[in-house]
Nanobody
Framework: VQLQASGGGLVQAGDSLRLPCTAS????????TAWFRQAPGKEREFVAT????????AYADSVKGRFTLSRDNAKNTVYLEMNSLKPEDTAVYYC???????????????????WGQGTQVTVSS
């Protein structure tokens, strides 16, 4: 499966952005789909993930209550709705997909086999 992430940009603190990730070349509904982010000089970190097979959605504590992950299987797209953005949310955001994650691994980037190209989100104070 190929993933295409988009929607990044430069915004001010408190603003909102929506990042779509569109998949092609696979049965999208079979995949757990996640967002990770990586800030300069830092490791890639988990943001959110969703899986119909596992059942439900999980969020990093740092974004819980501000970010919402949703998916539209008919459009092969997942959306990361980001509200109340903070400067510390600045990073390159990557979407990823996997058929092999389980509940104990679905926050771990090493268990995702397919990655989009990343989209830059910059939040100014």
């Amino acid at each position: 499966v190929q993933l295409q992430a988009s929607g990044g940009g430069l915004v001010q603190a408190g603003d909102s952005l929506r990042l779509p990730c569109t998949a092609s070349g696979g049965a999208f509904s079979r995949y757990a789909t996640a967002w990770f982010r990586q800030a300069p000089g830092k490791e890639r970190e988990f943001v959110a993930t969703t899986s119909g097979r596992i059942g439900g959605t999980a969020y990093a504590d740092s974004v819980k209550g501000r970010f919402t992950l949703s998916r539209d299987n008919a459009k092969n797209t997942v959306y990361l709705e980001m509200n109340s953005l903070k400067p510390e949310d600045t990073a390159v955001y990557y979407c990823a997909a996997s058929t092999r994650v389980i509940l104990s691994t679905w926050r771990n980037p090493n268990f995702y086999d397919y990655w989009g190209q990343g989209t830059q989100v910059t939040v100014s104070s």
